[in-house]
């Protein structure tokens, strides 16, 4: 029978798992190391494996004022793990860590802080 993993109950634990998951991420914010300034999640996404040992997280990050062209052209999405993502830019574990799983978009604010993007 399998081993059923377990959910993490200490930092390090966390950081495991956000090695094995994949985030999608505009290039901009990658390839220049901006600020992320958007966020959404999708749950339809998570769970899916990529083949590489690493499962898509749901999460999508963005610097935030992407156009339209560069959000649809594969070659400007990349796909860091969410450990990358959380080491580079720390404010953002103050919503994946208190995230309910249910889909939605998030901006940052001026100061540091997410507020949520409805309708």
Do not use: C, K, N, Y
């Not at 004022?65 to 990358?84: G, K, N, S, V």
């Not at 103050?94 to 309708?119: C, I, K, M, P, Y």
């Amino acid at each position: 029978m399998a081993e059923e993993r377990q959910p993490a109950t200490t930092a390090t634990d966390a950081t495991v798992l956000a090695e094995d998951l994949a985030v999608f991420a505009s290039a901009r914010l990658i390839d220049t190391g901006a600020r992320v300034g958007a966020v959404s999640f999708a749950p339809d996404d998570r769970g899916r494996g990529l083949g590489d040992g690493r499962t898509v997280s749901g999460w999508s990050v963005f610097v935030g004022d992407e156009t339209d062209e560069e959000l649809e052209d594969p070659e400007r999405i990349r796909m860091p793990t969410l450990a990358r993502v959380l080491e580079r830019d720390p404010g953002l574990a103050d919503l994946t860590d208190a995230h309910d799983a249910t889909a939605g978009f998030w901006v940052r604010q001026a100061d540091g802080s997410w507020r949520r993007v409805t309708g």
